[in-house]
C-alpha cells in the first residue's frame, strides 16, 4: 500500500493519499516567515521528505512536548497564559526527514537538523493560518487521527 502526505503551503492543508485515494483533509498551520530551507530562518522547507519519527505514541491528548520530549504536563488554556512565550507542541510529533541533497537535507538546509515536524497546537490559537516557526501545525484530534494512519517512512511533499 503507498501511502503519502501532501501539504499545499497555499491552501494550508494537508491530504493523506493512499493508493492514490484522498483518504482525509486536515488544515494546516505552516510559517509566518513563509518558505525556505534555511538553519534558522523560521520558515517551512520545500520538497520532498518522509517520516523521520513518530514521537507521542500513548501519549494524553495535549501532552506538551519539549525536545521531543513530554514535559508531563497537559496544556490548558491556563497554562498558556502562565508561559504565552512558548512555541506549544502538542500530543504528538511527526518528525520530518528531508530527501533532496542540498535542497532539504545535508549542511543548512537539512530539514531534520532544523527540528521540522507535523505536531499539534493550541487547539483554541489555532486559525489555519501561517504561523508557525516552520513547523505545520494542526489541531490535537487531527494530528492524533494522522498519526495512527501513516508510519515512519511515509512521504510528505511540501508545495506552495
Given at each position: 500500500?503507498?501511502?503519502?502526505?501532501?501539504?499545499?503551503?497555499?491552501?494550508?492543508?494537508?491530504?493523506?493519499?493512499?493508493?492514490?485515494?484522498?483518504?482525509?483533509r486536515y488544515l494546516i498551520s505552516t510559517a509566518k516567515n513563509g518558505v525556505g530551507q534555511k538553519?534558522?530562518?523560521?520558515?517551512?522547507?520545500?520538497?520532498?521528505?518522509?517520516?523521520?519519527?513518530?514521537?507521542?505514541t500513548n501519549q494524553p491528548l495535549n501532552s506538551?512536548?519539549?525536545?521531543?520530549?513530554t514535559t508531563g504536563e497537559i496544556y490548558t488554556t491556563e497554562l498558556g497564559?502562565?508561559?504565552?512565550q512558548r512555541d506549544w507542541i502538542l500530543s504528538r510529533i511527526l518528525w520530518l526527514g528531508g530527501l533532496?541533497?542540498?535542497?532539504?537535507?545535508?549542511?543548512?538546509?537539512?530539514?531534520?537538523?532544523?527540528y521540522i515536524y507535523i505536531h499539534g497546537s493550541p487547539d483554541e490559537l489555532f486559525q489555519g493560518k501561517p504561523e508557525s516557526h516552520g513547523c505545520i501545525r494542526m489541531k490535537?484530534?487531527?494530528?492524533?487521527a494522522l498519526f495512527e494512519l501513516i508510519d515512519t517512512k511515509t512521504k510528505v511533499y511540501i508545495r506552495e
Open positions: 500500500m503507498t501511502t503519502a502526505i501532501n501539504i499545499s503551503i497555499t491552501k494550508q492543508q494537508l491530504e493523506l493519499i493512499k493508493n492514490n485515494h484522498l483518504v482525509s538553519m534558522g530562518s523560521g520558515c517551512t522547507p520545500l520538497g520532498e521528505h518522509r517520516i523521520r519519527a513518530k514521537i507521542g506538551v512536548f519539549i525536545g521531543r520530549r497564559k502562565k508561559f504565552p533532496e541533497s542540498y535542497k532539504n537535507r545535508y549542511g543548512d538546509v537539512d530539514t531534520a537538523w532544523r490535537n484530534l487531527d494530528i492524533m
